[in-house]
């Protein structure tokens, strides 16, 4: 679950989610945007909130691919293993490479990887709300915006009004790498937070100490907690 999908993994996952019938179904470049969003994001999102966003329905959907509970387990543990993948790419503080398809001319574009990154930071919009107001950080964000909207349907929320050469892409492109290791780095003390309160939330705090069952009681009746208040207790 800690290596990387190897080529024909990452065909088998590709196969599954193109038997999808939702439109809204991510490809594998949005997934691996929306899964660096998630993990970047100072609020931990579970797998049961996430995974309806990868297919856009409610549950598991119809799909030819699954004939039976092992060939949906087999799915889960080849997204699982991809994002454990972003989450290594991420925290080693080397070089993040994002997931890009290439398109019939072999070019990767971006714009998917950015459409999943934005659909990411929606599950949590006032969380992003503070980069995005943050001037000094803020700028992480520009380049996955840029290419989100470069084909946007309304002209007026696309960054450039003519077409994006390639130099500029792969300015685009590498400003999403750098800004995604930004990002993640930036929200590292959230993060931390959110986790220590978490578990404080999970840890049961006993506010008087514990009474043995054969030490006399504390509602000081006389008698062994067992036979007192004990015996409420235990049965």
């Known amino acids: 679950m800690n290596k990387p999908l190897s080529d024909a993994e990452y065909d088998k996952l590709e196969s599954v989610l193109n038997q999808f019938q939702n439109e809204d179904v991510m490809n594998l470049e949005e997934i691996d945007g929306f899964f660096t969003a998630l993990i ?3 609020e931990m999102t579970p797998p ?3 995974l309806k966003e990868i297919w856009g329905d409610k549950g598991i959907p119809a799909n030819e691919a699954f004939q039976n509970d092992q060939d949906i387990s087999d799915f889960m543990n ?3 293993q991809h994002w454990n993948t972003v989450v ?3 925290s080693e503080d080397e ?20 459409k ?5 930071m929606k599950l949590h919009q006032e969380d992003w709300a503070e980069l995005m107001e943050d001037e000094e950080n803020g700028g992480s964000l520009v380049p996955i915006l840029a290419l989100a909207h470069e084909n946007d349907p ?11 050469n390639p130099e500029r892409r792969e300015d685009l492109i590498m400003g999403i790498a750098a800004g995604a290791m930004k990002i993640y780095k930036y929200f590292e003390p959230h993060r931390h937070m959110s986790a220590s309160n978490a578990r404080e939330r999970q840890t049961f705090r006993r506010e008087t100490p514990k009474v043995g069952r054969n030490e006399p009681c504390s509602c ?6 067992k036979r007192c208040c004990g015996d409420v207790t235990l049965n």
Do not use: H, Q
């Not at 490479?97 to 998917?112: C, F, I, R, W």
């Not at 309304?154 to 994006?164: A, G, M, Q, T």
């Open 220 to 225: 000081g009746s006389g008698r062994k907690f």
């Open 78 to 80: 080849l997204l699982m």
């Open 95 to 114: 070089v993040f490479l994002p997931l890009l398809l290439e398109d019939s001319d072999g070019t990767a574009k971006g714009n998917d990887w950015a």
């Open 88 to 90: 290594k790419k991420l």
């Open 48 to 50: 049961s909130i996430y």
């Open 116 to 120: 999943g990154f934005m659909r990411g």
């Open 40 to 42: 970047c994001s100072p």
């Open 154 to 164: 309304d002209p007026k929320l696309r960054p450039y009004s003519e077409s994006v």
